[in-house]
C-alpha cells in the first residue's frame, strides 16, 4: 500500500543544512497498521509528512497505492492526497466553524454537494460518537473530543491510508485509549492502513502490527509487535 524507496530530506536555510530523512526505505502493507517511534528529532514527523507529500523529497520515491506521488503535478497530487487522511497532536481544527463545519471543509474541497456532505459529516461523527455535539464549536471540546472530530474529518473522503502524528500524546491516559479503540475500529471495519508516530510505547504494544525505529534521520530497525493488540 505504502512504498518509500530510499526517500532522503535536508532542511536549508541560510545558516544550516539539517538532513532530517536519510535514504530511508519502507513498506507498509494494506491493511496494516505500522508504528514509527524513535527519539524526539530522529525524523519521524519528517518522514511521516513525506508519505503525502506534505515535506517534498530530496530525492527517492514516495508510492502510495499504485501511484507515484513524486512524479506527479500539483493537480494531480491534490486528488491523490484525498486517498490519504492525516490527524495530528494538535488536532488542527478550525476554531471558528462547528463540529460538523470541520468535518465539512474536506468534502466542501473536493466539490462534493450539500446533501450528501450532511450525509457523510453525521455518518463519519456518529462513527466518532460525536454525532450530539455537531453544533459546538471545538472551544467547547475536550481534548479527547477534538481528536475525534479530527478523525472524523480526516475520514471524510473515505481514505484509504490515515497517517497519525503523536495522536495521543497530548492526551491522558483513559482518552488515548478512546482515541486508539476508533482507531483500531478503523482499521479492522473498513481495513484502513494506519501510519502512527509516537513516542508512545503502549501505543505500539497496543495496536501496531509492525513498527519502525527512527535514529538521527535513518530507519534503523523493523519488526513485528508480537504482543496481542485486542
Ligand atoms: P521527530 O518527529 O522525530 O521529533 P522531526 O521530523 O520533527 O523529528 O524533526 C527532525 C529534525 O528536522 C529536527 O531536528 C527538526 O528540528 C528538523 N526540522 C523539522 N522540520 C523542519 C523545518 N521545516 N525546517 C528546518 N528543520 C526542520
Known amino acids: ?52 507529500l506534505l515535506e517534498k523529497p530530496d530525492s527517492g ?45 474536506p468534502l466542501e474541497l473536493a466539490g462534493i454537494p450539500r446533501r450528501e456532505r450532511v450525509e457523510r459529516v453525521d ?35 473515505r481514505p484509504k491510508v490515515l497517517l497519525c502524528d503523536e495522536p495521543t500524546s497530548s492526551l491522558d491516559p483513559n482518552t488515548t485509549n478512546g482515541i486508539l479503540g476508533v482507531l483500531k475500529r478503523l482499521n479492522q471495519n473498513f481495513g484502513l492502513t494506519i501510519v502512527i508516530v509516537t513516542h508512545e510505547m503502549e501505543v505500539v504494544r497496543n495496536m501496531c502490527h509492525n513498527v519502525s525505529v527512527m535514529e538521527l534521520g535513518s530507519l534503523v530497525e523493523t519488526s513485528v509487535v508480537d504482543q496481542p493488540h485486542d
Open 1 to 52: 500500500m505504502i512504498s518509500l524507496h530510499q526517500v532522503s530530506k535536508t532542511f536549508v536555510s541560510s545558516t544550516n543544512h539539517f538532513q532530517a530523512v536519510n535514504a530511508v526505505s519502507l513498506q507498509v502493507q494494506e491493511g496494516e497498521i505500522h508504528g514509527i517511534i524513535g527519539t524526539s528529532g530522529a525524523g519521524k514527523s519528517t518522514l511521516l509528512r513525506l508519505i503525502n
Open 61 to 105: 520515491s514516495v508510492i502510495v497505492g499504485n501511484q507515484d506521488l513524486t512524479q506527479m503535478s500539483e493537480k494531480e497530487l491534490r486528488e491523490a492526497r484525498r486517498n490519504i487522511g492525516m490527524i495530528f497532536q494538535g488536532f488542527n481544527l478550525v476554531s471558528n466553524r462547528t463540529v460538523s463545519g470541520n468535518v465539512s471543509i
Open 123 to 157: 455518518e463519519f461523527l456518529e462513527f466518532v460518537g460525536l454525532e450530539h455535539k455537531s453544533k459546538q464549536y471545538p472551544s467547547q471540546l475536550s481534548g479527547g473530543e477534538k481528536q475525534r472530530v479530527a478523525i472524523a474529518r480526516a475520514l471524510a473522503n
